[in-house]
């Protein structure tokens, strides 16, 4: 079986907004992280930074690990849609 031809993906006009959505909550995420470090950490008690800087860490590492395993299971999932590996599912109602 032949595999399709890889396909240039353009951006239209109409896909700006979440584009601009998606850096503006980036930006804001961000800037709330920065403001959160400078101007309240140093208020924590050393327990909850502790708790804080566990959880923080966790967040940074785990993401990439998490999207990682996100994106390899949709390829999975796509390169055997088109080996045609996938078996059609059958409706419980209709019969054999």
Sequence with gaps: ???PTKVAIMSQRSDLGPYVAAIATT?????GLVY???ELWPVLPPWLAL??????AVAVIGYPIYALYTLARLSD???AHHK???????DKDCAP
């Design 1 to 3: 079986m032949r595999l």
């Design 27 to 31: 930006i804001a995420l961000i800037g």
């Design 36 to 38: 959160f470090v400078r």
């Design 51 to 56: 708790i804080g800087f566990i959880c923080l």
């Design 77 to 79: 999932r796509h390169l």
């Design 84 to 90: 045609g590996d996938h078996k059609p599912k059958r």
